[in-house]
């Protein structure tokens, strides 16, 4: 069975751009969700989707936003990038949305904002 | 809310030597605890979980822990580590009705030869 596949793997971008990067869960997996890892804030969570709906959301600003489609695969994207927006970018898929479904992994998108 | 704490940034511990790498959790409602392990340039790999039951959780590459309600404990333990365990493990909470996990801000290890 293949495993989250997301793209691309790495982005460099100016700040002010916009960019989208997009997650492909495993199959039959439903749930899909987003996390930021950066070496000071650590892996923060920023949403999660279940079924085309956001089921929950992080303390991030509304720059940061996502969707996912009927076929679960999920994008996210940040406007108006900041420096601090640099981070790699995991995306997490699960079969439900009730909190002890295992997630997995994908490899991440590392931005590079500039 | 809930929060965790991962002791340790960072363990040096010698091939074949035994580890712990600690792990506190606050939270006022009930919630399931995890490990996940991230090797370099990749995403995180679950280790093992407690969800309900036996407090003594078996994981994968030889791996286990130990849940303690009382001392809201959830430590990770290998009796013998190798060169291959290099990594950092990030132990993580989530509570029922939530696929959001919140992690701690990991533990290091490093196996010396």
């Known amino acids: 069975k293949a495993g989250v596949t997301q793209t691309p793997r790495y982005l460099i971008k100016t700040r002010g751009q916009q960019v989208t990067l997009s997650c492909s869960p495993i199959?039959?997996?439903?749930?899909v969700s987003w996390y930021q890892q950066t070496p000071g804030q650590g892996l923060q969570f920023l949403f999660e989707?279940?079924?085309?709906?956001?089921?929950n959301k992080g303390n991030f600003p509304g720059r940061f936003s996502g969707r996912q489609f009927s076929n679960s695969r999920s994008e996210m994207n940040v406007s108006t990038l900041e420096l601090g927006d640099s981070a790699l970018y995991l995306c997490?898929?699960?079969?439900?949305?009730?909190?002890?479904?295992?997630?997995?992994f994908g490899p991440g998108t590392r931005l590079t904002v500039l | 809310a809930q929060s965790v704490t991962q002791l340790d940034s960072q363990v040096p511990v010698f091939e074949e030597a035994p580890v712990e790498l600690r792990c506190n959790y606050s939270?006022?409602?009930?919630?399931?605890l995890f490990w996940y392990v991230q090797y370099p340039n990749q995403g995180l790999q679950l280790l093992l979980k407690?969800?309900?039951?036996?407090?003594l959780v078996k994981g994968i590459n030889g791996f286990e822990a130990e849940f303690n309600k009382s001392q809201t404990s959830f430590h990770l333990r290998k009796p013998s580590v190798h060169i291959s365990d290099t990594a950092e493990y990030f132990c993580?909470?989530?509570?029922?009705?939530?696929?959001?996990?919140?992690f701690g801000q990991g533990t290091r290890l490093t196996i010396n030869p």
């Open positions: 939270s006022s409602v009930s919630v399931y």
């Open positions: 407690y969800l309900s039951g036996s407090t």
């Open positions: 993580a909470v989530s509570v029922e009705g939530a696929q959001k996990l919140v």
């Open positions: 989707y279940f079924s085309e709906t956001q089921r």
């Open positions: 199959s039959g997996h439903r749930s």
């Open positions: 997490a898929s699960s079969k439900t949305s009730g909190g002890t479904d295992t997630q997995y």
